[in-house]
C-alpha cells in the first residue's frame, strides 16, 4: 500500500496526445440505476495514456450531502485490432480522497479486461464515502494497457485523470481545457433508500 501523499492535480490544455484515439463508430454504454457516473454514456475514443487512470467520484455531484457505499466498479475496454494489448490483467483499486488526490489504498483486486463488455470489480461493502477514487492501474503492463473507452463530452469540472508516477495527476484533456471522462463507474448503494426512491434521485440527477 502506498502512503497517503499530498498531490496537486495539474490542469493542462493539450492537443490530441499520444496514447488516445477517435473512434469513428462510438460504442454506446448507456447507465443502470445504482450506477455513478460522469461519462455520458456514449464512448468515443480510446486511451491507454498514463499507468495510472481514474476517476474522481464526489458523491455532492449525485444527491448533495449525501454518502454512499462503494459496492462495485464498472470499467469498459476496447481492444483495437492496430493498438493490440501485451496483457489483458489489470490492478482495479478503489483509494479514499486526499485533498482531490487518491489518499488511501482501501481495494485492490487483479481484474482481466474484456473487448467492449462491462467488467467488474467487487468492492468491501462497507466502505462508505463522501468522496473517493476508482482506479485502472497498468503496472502489469509494458504500454498502459488495458486500453480504456473515454466519450467526447466536455463538462463543468475535470473527473478523469491519469498519471505516469501516482504523484502528478493531470485531467484526460484531448482538445480544449475541459476534460471528458473515462469508462469508469461506481455503483453504489444509498442506505435503505427503496429502488422507487433511487430512480426518482437518478432522473432528478441524471445518473
Same mark, same amino acid.
Given at each position: 500500500?502506498?502512503?497517503?501523499?499530498? &498531490?496537486?492535480?495539474?490542469?493542462?490544455?493539450?492537443?490530441?496526445?499520444?496514447?488516445?484515439?477517435?473512434?469513428?463508430?462510438? &460504442?454506446?454504454?448507456?447507465?443502470?440505476?445504482?450506477?455513478?457516473?460522469?461519462?455520458? *454514456?456514449?464512448? +468515443?475514443?480510446?486511451?491507454?495514456?498514463?499507468?495510472?487512470?481514474? &476517476?474522481?467520484?464526489?458523491?455532492?455531484?449525485?444527491?448533495?450531502?449525501?454518502?454512499?457505499?462503494?459496492?462495485?466498479?464498472?470499467?469498459?475496454?476496447?481492444? +483495437?485490432?492496430?493498438?493490440?494489448?501485451?496483457?489483458?490483467?489489470?490492478?482495479?483499486?478503489?483509494?479514499?480522497?486526499?485533498?482531490?488526490?487518491?489518499?488511501?489504498?482501501?481495494?485492490?483486486?487483479? &481484474?482481466?479486461?474484456? +473487448?467492449?463488455?462491462?467488467?467488474?470489480?467487487? +468492492?468491501?461493502?462497507?466502505?462508505?464515502?463522501?468522496?473517493?477514487?476508482?482506479?485502472?492501474?497498468?503496472?502489469?503492463?509494458?504500454?498502459?494497457?488495458?486500453?480504456?473507452? *473515454?466519450?467526447?463530452?466536455?463538462?463543468?469540472?475535470?473527473?478523469?485523470?491519469?498519471?505516469?508516477?501516482?504523484?502528478?495527476?493531470?485531467?484526460?484533456?484531448?482538445?480544449?481545457?475541459?476534460?471528458?471522462?473515462?469508462?469508469?463507474?461506481?455503483?453504489? *448503494?444509498? *442506505?435503505?433508500?427503496?429502488?422507487?426512491?433511487?430512480?426518482?434521485?437518478?432522473?432528478?440527477?441524471?445518473?
Amino acid at each position: 500500500m502506498r502512503n497517503s501523499i499530498p &498531490v496537486m492535480l495539474i490542469c493542462m490544455t493539450v492537443s490530441l496526445a499520444s496514447g488516445s484515439i477517435y473512434l469513428e463508430s462510438p &460504442v454506446y454504454c448507456g447507465s443502470k440505476w445504482g450506477m455513478l457516473q460522469y461519462d455520458d *454514456g456514449s464512448s +468515443h475514443w480510446l486511451t491507454w495514456k498514463g499507468v495510472y487512470r481514474g &476517476v474522481w467520484f464526489v458523491t455532492d455531484d449525485f444527491l448533495p450531502g449525501s454518502w454512499f457505499n462503494a459496492d462495485y466498479s464498472e470499467y469498459w475496454f476496447y481492444h +483495437h485490432s492496430e493498438y493490440p494489448w501485451d496483457t489483458s490483467d489489470f490492478y482495479a483499486e478503489l483509494w479514499t480522497d486526499d485533498s482531490c488526490s487518491p489518499g488511501m489504498l482501501i481495494d485492490r483486486d487483479i &481484474v482481466v479486461a474484456s +473487448h467492449n463488455t462491462a467488467i467488474l470489480s467487487d +468492492h468491501d461493502p462497507d466502505y462508505w464515502f463522501e468522496q473517493c477514487w476508482s482506479i485502472v492501474n497498468t503496472e502489469l503492463s509494458e504500454g498502459g494497457w488495458p486500453s480504456l473507452l *473515454g466519450d467526447n463530452t466536455p463538462n463543468t469540472a475535470d473527473h478523469s485523470f491519469y498519471s505516469d508516477d501516482f504523484e502528478v495527476w493531470l485531467p484526460w484533456i484531448k482538445t480544449g481545457s475541459i476534460a471528458s471522462d473515462y469508462f469508469i463507474m461506481l455503483w453504489a *448503494g444509498f *442506505g435503505s433508500l427503496e429502488a422507487e426512491t433511487w430512480g426518482g434521485i437518478k432522473g432528478l440527477y441524471r445518473l
